[in-house]
């Protein structure tokens, strides 16, 4: 089976930007500079680009690309007994993050249609939690679906399958060439709108002005590099995917560098419209910046649609706020829905278009549950364990496999022969030493803080019925897979110098 290609290198970089660039660009940036003292949370988190973010996703294009698979074959390639650790990147991914990724993106769906009419009305935070959302009580509580947001979830499944099933060329790379332009677009019209606004200048000024005593925190420092793994995509085996889809004679380190800068680019830039509006709210409520946002999915769907109902022509500027939203998680979404197709693909051989129907059936059951009064508690607590244990000891284990085990000196010859920027040792020492230790340290503060006390103040049962069986389960399935035989000829070949080309 002949694998796909990218039509173009600028087709690629926009897929992976496409995939880097997510909701959380938008909120959870902006939501972290303005509670870990503005311009000073740039600091850490240009630190964490540069030391972390970026020779991580250097790794996993080059792992991909020089391997020619997705995560679990590139993995298998490199030593057979790790194959797990590629499927349980794509199985929690895929049955884990994108089940209520996607679940967020209907909410803005809905935001978007709301806001033609400002329909969340005078108070923003009682109809999000009490009448769109209802939660419920406890995450045991499953309580009644929601069905404005089932029906929006279900029109997002069907365009995510549209053009996954139409695969990586005709799909996915002309889906990004439409929808990030778009993005780049309606994000640039929101900035020029925001610094318009009446008071623009108050949340401009908190923007800019770092507070250099939050740096003292090391939560800045370990949510900063968090930030970065999670917005990059790490750890997704999703780059890895998209690389494998490259020809061979590729600029893979020029293409990490230039979708790591322009996904914290935009993040940079979307921030300017953030706190533009909040400055605008602050001054127009006479209230100090700080108390404008209490959460960080409130700055999305409490304080924007509180401020879009205070601005003049706010019902446009909600529709482009929230149409962002979504096209920004569906670039995302179909990033993760194809890292899990390529791995199927790759070992099994399946009928491309039979398995992307199937998974997305089943991604669209295993969403329902977010969509009931106890989904937004079901969410809160899968989103912290698979992003904050999952991704990160994926992250901390491809450090050691490609550090460690396979020769990084190969890697890194493969990369200089095929980059225009060419690489030192600083790279191996990153890779072999500073990453795993950065990783380590996020993943004890966590272990730490929470054997303290529960997060989030659930109990601890439903802490393991949801949160920690989700990793349990993903990686018995992910062994599982890693033990069956392979049904495909493509990992007899170890990589580009033995592939037949």
Request: a positive charge; aromatic letters at 16%.
């Amino acid at each position: 089976m002949k694998r796909d290609q990218w039509k173009s290198q600028m087709g690629f970089v926009l897929a992976a930007v496409g995939s880097a660039i997510g909701l959380g660009n938008i909120w959870r940036f902006s939501y972290m500079a303005y509670d870990y003292g503005g311009g000073a949370f740039l600091i850490p988190y240009l630190t964490a680009l540069m030391t972390a973010g970026i020779p991580l996703l250097i790794l996993e294009f080059a792992v991909g690309h020089e391997r020619i698979g997705s995560a679990p074959l590139a993995y298998a390639k490199i030593r057979r007994r790790w194959e797990w650790l590629g499927w349980w990147a794509v199985t929690f991914v895929m049955f884990g993050i994108v089940l209520y990724y996607m679940v967020i993106i209907a909410w803005c769906l809905n935001f978007f249609f709301l806001s033609f009419s400002l329909g969340w009305g005078s108070d923003p935070n009682a109809f999000f939690f009490q009448e769109f959302l209802a939660v419920s009580s406890s995450p045991g509580e499953i309580g009644r679906i929601r069905m404005p947001i089932l029906g929006a979830l279900v029109f997002l499944w069907v365009v995510n399958w549209a053009i996954v099933h139409r695969g990586v060329r005709g799909g996915i790379e002309k889906m990004n060439k439409v929808f990030m332009p778009l993005l780049f677009l309606l994000t640039v019209a929101l900035v020029v709108w925001s610094v318009s606004l009446d008071g623009s200048e108050l949340g401009l000024r908190a923007y800019v002005t770092p507070d250099f005593s939050k740096l003292g925190n090391p939560r800045v420092w370990i949510d900063a590099y968090s930030q970065i793994f999670f917005t990059l995509s790490l750890g997704f085996g999703i780059m890895i995917a998209y690389a494998s889809y490259l020809p061979e004679k590729s600029d893979i380190t020029r293409n990490a560098l230039l979708t790591a800068l322009i996904n914290s680019g935009y993040s940079l830039f979307a921030g300017v419209a953030v706190f533009s509006v909040l400055g605008f709210m602050a001054s127009s409520q006479a209230k100090p910046l700080s108390d404008v946002v209490s959460q960080s999915i409130g700055l999305a769907f409490i304080a924007y649609p509180k401020a879009i109902s205070m601005m003049p022509g706010g019902s446009v500027f909600g529709a482009f706020f929230f149409l962002c939203l979504v096209v920004a998680g569906l670039s995302s979404s179909i990033s993760i829905i194809e890292a899990f197709i390529s791995a199927a693909v790759d070992k099994f051989g399946f009928l491309r278009s039979r398995l992307v129907t199937t998974v997305s059936v089943l991604g669209l059951v295993g969403s329902v549950i977010f969509t009931t009064q106890a989904g937004l508690l079901w969410l809160d607590i899968a989103d912290h364990f698979i992003t904050h244990y999952g991704l990160i000891v994926v992250g901390f284990a491809e450090c050691i496999l490609v550090g460690w085990i396979f020769d990084i000196r190969e890697l890194r010859r493969h990369l200089n022969g095929t980059s225009s920027f060419r690489l030192g040792r600083w790279w191996d020492i990153l890779i072999k030493y500073f990453v795993p230790l950065a990783l380590t340290v996020i993943l004890a503060g966590d272990l730490i803080a929470e054997t303290a006390e529960p997060y989030g103040g659930y109990s601890w049962i439903s802490l393991a019925a949801i949160g920690w069986s989700w990793l349990i389960v993903t990686m018995l399935t992910a062994f599982f897979l890693a033990s069956r035989p392979w049904r495909t000829a493509h990992s007899k070949l170890d990589g580009r110098k033995n592939s037949t080309k």
